[in-house]
């Protein structure tokens, strides 16, 4: 079993910024996409962003000019940046690994999560 170490969340003010953290063990990381979900009670897990071996990047619309994947391959280490952070946003985040392009019901392996708190 993959185990994905997850850190970074917390609580922030609107408008603030945090950053999420996601350890995946070697082999895992330069084989499979790796990104972020994210899931509030009762509703659907939503991808927010995905990074491939080769460094292709993609996210959803409700983040795109504010959150930012990056990668740092010497630490099998994938962060997400989140800045300019709005109440809608508080969540679980989730990181995840699977075939590009990460959707869904294509995750091999999740993280068990970390919770961002905006306050307004």
Same mark, same amino acid.
Request: aromatic share 12%.
């Given at each position: 079993q993959v185990q994905l170490v997850e850190s970074g969340g917390g609580l922030v003010q609107a408008g603030g910024s945090l950053r999420? @953290?996601? =350890? =995946?063990?070697?082999?895992?990381? @330069? +084989?499979? &996409? =790796?990104?972020w979900f994210r899931q509030v009670p009762g509703k659907a897990r939503d991808f927010i962003a995905a990074i491939n071996w +080769?460094?292709?990047?993609?996210? &959803?619309? &409700? =983040?795109?000019g504010r959150f930012t994947i990056s990668r740092d391959n010497a630490k099998n280490t994938v962060y997400l940046q989140m800045d300019s952070l709005q109440s809608e946003d508080t969540a679980t985040y989730f990181c995840a690994v699977g075939p590009t392009p990460l959707r869904r019901i294509d995750v091999t392996y999740w993280g068990k999560g970390t919770l961002v708190t905006v306050s307004s």
């Open positions: 999420l @953290s996601c =350890v =995946v063990p070697g082999r895992t990381f @330069s +084989t499979y &996409a =790796v990104g +080769t460094g292709e990047k993609w996210n &959803a619309d &409700a =983040v795109k």
